[in-house]
C-alpha cells in the first residue's frame, strides 16, 4: 500500500527566510510522481510543484524546489525567500498510473513578519 | 484554467437527513474525485470516478454514494447522515490515467451534521 508521511505537522519561518518542508513516501511502483499542494486558510487547494520519479534533476518553480532522494523515499519542499502569502497548509502527494492519489496529513506553514 | 465548483461552502444538516453535495467542472475530464479532509488526517478519498455512469471505491466509502450521470457533474450522497461526517469535503477531477497529471480541487464544502 502507498502511504505517505509528513512528519512536521506545523512550521515556522522568519519573511524573507528559507524554510524545508519534508515528505517521505512508501511505495513499490517504479513509475510514479509526486505533488506538492498548498492549502491557504480557507482557500482552494492550488499546485505547487511536481516531480516526475523517473528524472533524477529536482523540480523548481521560482522560489520553490524540491530535494528529490528516490532511494531514501524522501521529497521534501525548499522555500526560498518566504513572503507572507505562503502561509499555508501544504500536503504532500504520491500518484501513481490511474491518477490515484495519496496525501500525507499535511503541514501547517506560518510566516513571521 | 481549470474551475471545479462545489455547489455550498458550508452546509448544516441533521442527523438522519439524506445530504447531497454537488460538484461540477467545467474542463472536459474523465475523472473525479470525492475526498474528505480532518485535521490531521489529511485527504482521505471516498469515491472516485473514470467516466460517466462509473464509479470506484476509495480508501472510506462506507456510508456514502455517488453519482455521475454527466461528465462534468459528480455528486457525492449521504445516504443518512451521521455527526461523524462532520468535516471538511473537496471535490477534484483530472484528465487521463497518467500518474503525472495534477488533481484541479474545488473551495471545499464544510458539512456539519447535528
Known amino acids: 500500500a502507498q502511504t505517505v508521511t509528513q512528519s512536521q505537522p506545523e512550521m515556522s519561518v522568519q519573511e524573507a527566510e528559507t524554510v524545508t518542508l519534508s515528505c517521505t513516501y512508501d511505495?513499490?511502483?517504479?513509475?510514479?510522481?509526486l505533488f506538492w499542494y498548498k492549502q491557504p486558510p480557507s482557500r482552494q487547494m492550488i499546485l505547487v510543484i511536481r516531480q516526475e520519479a523517473y528524472k533524477q534533476q529536482n523540480a523548481t518553480e521560482n522560489r520553490f524546489s524540491v530535494n528529490f532522494q528516490k532511494a531514501a523515499k524522501s521529497f521534501s519542499l525548499k522555500i526560498s525567500d518566504s513572503q507572507l502569502g505562503d502561509a499555508a497548509m501544504y500536503f504532500c502527494a504520491y500518484s501513481k498510473r490511474g491518477n490515484q492519489f495519496y496525501f500525507g496529513t499535511g503541514t501547517s506553514l506560518t510566516v513571521i513578519p | 484554467d481549470v474551475k471545479v465548483t462545489q455547489s455550498s461552502r458550508y452546509l448544516v444538516k441533521r442527523t438522519g437527513e439524506k445530504v447531497f453535495l454537488e460538484c461540477v467542472q467545467d474542463?472536459?475530464?474523465?475523472?473525479m474525485f470525492w475526498y474528505r479532509q480532518d485535521p490531521g488526517l489529511g485527504l482521505r478519498l471516498i469515491y472516485f470516478s473514470y467516466d460517466v455512469k462509473m464509479k470506484e471505491k476509495g480508501d472510506i466509502p462506507e456510508g456514502y454514494s455517488v453519482s455521475r450521470e454527466k461528465k462534468e457533474r459528480f455528486s457525492l450522497i449521504l445516504e443518512s447522515a451521521s455527526t461523524n461526517q462532520t468535516s471538511m469535503y473537496l471535490c477534484a477531477s483530472s484528465e487521463g490515467q497518467g500518474a503525472n497529471q495534477p488533481q484541479h480541487f474545488g473551495d471545499g464544502t464544510r458539512l456539519s451534521i447535528l
Open positions: 511505495t513499490s511502483e517504479s513509475d510514479y510522481y
Open positions: 474542463m472536459d475530464h474523465e475523472n
